[in-house]
């Protein structure tokens, strides 16, 4: 089962566990500020249980959840901005959603493996870098929060009940089916978008420096930490081997793509005050657990994308 599952790791994470012969249920609220798009499952649709519900309904997350084997829960509200404009709400899905599935999980399937999407967003500012998992938890808005709530709730029930859960905080993640129409899952999907309609992007300060995951890779990561027993009750950071500043990416964004143009500018003030500066993750833990490494270039997996939504832009915009 995967929560979110019609968003975009979600997808391509179902898109995986199908072609493997899992007997896979999608489950997604189909919100449109969330991520879910139904063309996401196109051409595996009829492989899949698809059941439009809501994490927050307890009801039919008890039903959906008996009798599974895995549970990915990736739903969650992403944007950063939203969370500060609408704490409520997201307190709701990233928090007490969670603590609602674990209790499930634990009275109605205690047998059930379960991978948590965390992020990088809860550190916050980095002290040093690479960010290795015993760095200082100090999120910068209410989603980090939130998320780190929701992270802590799938390790503390593993810990005192025996549930097996583990989480993977993930940093950027880019590659097909990723949001593109505005900002809320990654200000990547606006670029790309301007690119494909030939408009000019706006890079705010540049200089930041970040790691990305391409989303074949996190998929990987995914089934690894649900198949081995010694990821229970553990986080793990996800990354990569490159490092590059925001400028050099929207370089190389515009190379890879054959034309465009960008414009640097200064943060905006909202933007600004919860900026993080530079990140990237040490991600040596999940690689020393599970063997798991990124195999997807930087520049293979912005290939990748922009070869995708050349062809698939239209539902996604």
């Known amino acids: 089962m ?54 927050r309904d307890r ?7 008996e009798g599974q084997d895995y549970l990915f829960n990736l739903a969650g509200q992403t944007s950063h901005m939203d969370s500060m404009e609408d704490p409520d709400t997201d307190l709701e899905i990233n928090c007490r959603a969670q603590l609602s599935i674990l209790e499930i999980c634990r009275h109605h399937n205690p047998r059930i493996k379960i991978v ?34 929701g992270e802590w709730y799938h390790i503390l029930y593993s810990n005192v009940y025996g549930l097996r859960a583990c989480a993977l905080r993930l940093t950027n993640t880019i590659g097909p089916r990723m949001r ?14 301007c690119l494909l309609e030939r408009k000019p992007f706006e890079v705010w300060g540049g200089d930041q420096l970040r790691d990305f995951t391409y989303v074949d890779d996190v998929v990987e990561a995914c089934l690894m930490s ?19 500043s925001l400028k050099d990416l929207a370089e190389m964004l515009v190379e890879v793509n054959g034309e465009g ?53 239209a539902h996604y915009v």
């Open 59 to 65: 009801y039919s997350m008890q039903y959906l959840v």
């Open 2 to 55: 995967i929560t979110g599952g019609l968003g975009f790791i979600g997808s391509n994470l179902a898109k995986r566990l199908v072609d493997l012969g899992g007997q896979v249920t999608v489950v997604d609220s189909l919100v449109p500020e969330y991520g879910g798009n139904l063309y996401n499952v196109d051409g595996f649709r009829d492989r899949l249980r698809i059941n439009i519900s809501d994490v």
């Open 226 to 244: 649900a198949a081995s027993e010694e990821t229970n009750g553990q986080v793990f950071n996800l990354g990569s081997c490159e490092v590059i």
């Open 180 to 193: 593109i129409k505005d900002a809320r899952q990654t200000f990547l999907g606006v670029w790309i978008r």
């Open 116 to 149: 948590f999407a965390s992020t990088r967003q809860i550190y916050g500012k980095p002290d040093y870098l690479p960010v290795d998992e015993a760095h200082p938890s100090r999120p910068t808005d209410v989603n980090g929060i939130n998320k780190m709530a």
């Open 261 to 313: 143009q960008y414009t640097v500018r200064a943060f905006p003030p909202d933007r600004k005050r919860i900026d993080i500066g530079d990140y990237y993750a040490d991600f040596s833990r999940i690689r020393s657990v599970v063997q798991w490494e990124p195999t997807v270039s930087l520049r293979n997996g912005l290939a990748n994308t922009i070869a995708y939504y050349r062809e698939h832009g």
